[in-house]
């Protein structure tokens, strides 16, 4: 892989596993230094530094709650203080459920939106204020429900929905600073979470392949390679878009 953020620090929030996982130890082998955030999975976050650093990385695991201020603070403080100054932030940290209308719950909007949104407007607040003159580079992880319409997923679409307008309205208030806001729109991955939620093996998943011109689900890897080039300079005159990354699916 070519070393395209030598010298670059990173921090990536929800990284000790699935897409975030990936995504940390792709701008690992890019040159990145990397902060490996996570809320709860202290071995995986582990795992995911030890990757890193085995393949000649630099890398440290640091616990904070994206949707804490406190928190945040202490991330990218921490982060600083280990690695550097940081040049690039990849808004990872998620959380999913569907449901259908009548199972809603007031605790279950708060905890996605506390986490997938504000979060995501934390994160970004804070790194605009470390990243300075040289600008630097912000990735938001949205969906592709976002811009669909799958049954159940109400809650979970509308915080992805306010994930790409933070990104494009962050474009246009940041660009005067020299700071990028992109976001990258999975569509159905296979990671951990997938797997828990029931959807690997399902007729969900059946459905997704079927509507899928490349013919399968995403893995980590297909999405983080989208990140790391937004989160490069090979794409310095991008800014304000949303990619989708999965494989030509339509919802």
Do not use: C
């Not at 945040?72 to 449901?99: C, H, M, Y």
């Not at 509308?158 to 990104?167: E, L, N, R, S, Y």
């Not at 951990?192 to 392949?209: Q, W």
Request: aromatic share 4%.
């Amino acid at each position: 892989m070519s070393r395209t953020l030598d010298g670059k620090v990173a921090i990536v929030t929800g990284a000790s596993k699935g897409i975030g996982a990936e995504i940390a130890r792709t701008l690992g082998r890019a040159g990145a230094a990397v902060a490996v955030n996570y809320g709860s999975d202290e071995k995986g976050a582990a795992r995911v530094v030890g990757d890193i650093v085995a393949d000649g990385g630099k890398a440290v695991a640091i616990k904070a709650d994206v949707a804490r201020p406190d928190d945040i603070k202490r991330l990218f403080a921490e982060a600083k203080q280990a690695l550097g100054t940081p040049d690039i932030l990849i808004n990872n940290a998620g959380v999913f459920a569907f449901s259908p209308l009548d199972a809603v719950t007031a605790e279950d909007f708060r905890r996605q939106f506390d986490t997938n949104v504000l979060g995501t407007i934390l994160a970004a607040r804070e790194a605009a204020s470390h990243f300075g003159d040289k600008g630097g580079s912000i990735v938001n992880v949205s969906s592709i429900v976002s811009t669909g319409a799958i049954a159940g997923s109400v809650v979970y679409s509308a915080t992805k929905g306010a994930v790409d307008a933070i990104t494009r309205v962050l474009a246009a208030e940041l660009g005067p600073r020299r700071i990028r806001v992109n976001t990258v729109a999975p569509g159905m991955v296979e990671t951990e979470g997938t797997h828990s939620a029931g959807f690997i093996g399902s007729d969900f998943e059946k459905d997704a392949v079927s509507g899928t011109p490349l013919g399968r689900i995403g893995q980590p890897g297909d999405i983080a390679e989208v990140a790391l080039f937004l989160a490069s300079d090979a794409a310095r005159w991008v800014t304000g878009e949303r990619i989708e990354a999965g494989g030509g699916l339509r919802r």
